[in-house]
């Protein structure tokens, strides 16, 4: 049992430096960390669809969507 709250403690303090990063990120850019990279993805494909950069950066193409509809505004 030892291990498994080892692995947990552990997936917790992953979880919450992914947080604290991705919070960093958007006070320093104004930008989520999927909002990143989206554009990241736009730059590296020159004029990609959404499905092209849904595949990219492994979001759905729906969510790659809202996300280009939110960047535009």
């Known amino acids: 049992m030892k291990d498994y709250d080892d692995i947990l ?3 917790r303090r ?3 430096a992914i947080d604290l990063q991705s919070k960093r990120l958007e006070k320093d850019t104004g930008l989520t960390t ?3 990279l989206v554009m990241e993805a736009i730059a590296k494909l020159g004029n990609p669809n959404p499905s092209a950069i849904a ?4 979001l759905s193409q729906a969510t790659v969507t809202s996300l280009l509809d939110r960047l535009a505004k």
Do not use: H
């Open 55 to 58: 595949k990219e950066v492994v």
């Open 14 to 16: 992953i979880t919450r």
């Open 34 to 36: 999927s909002q990143l």
């Open 9 to 11: 403690i552990a997936l």
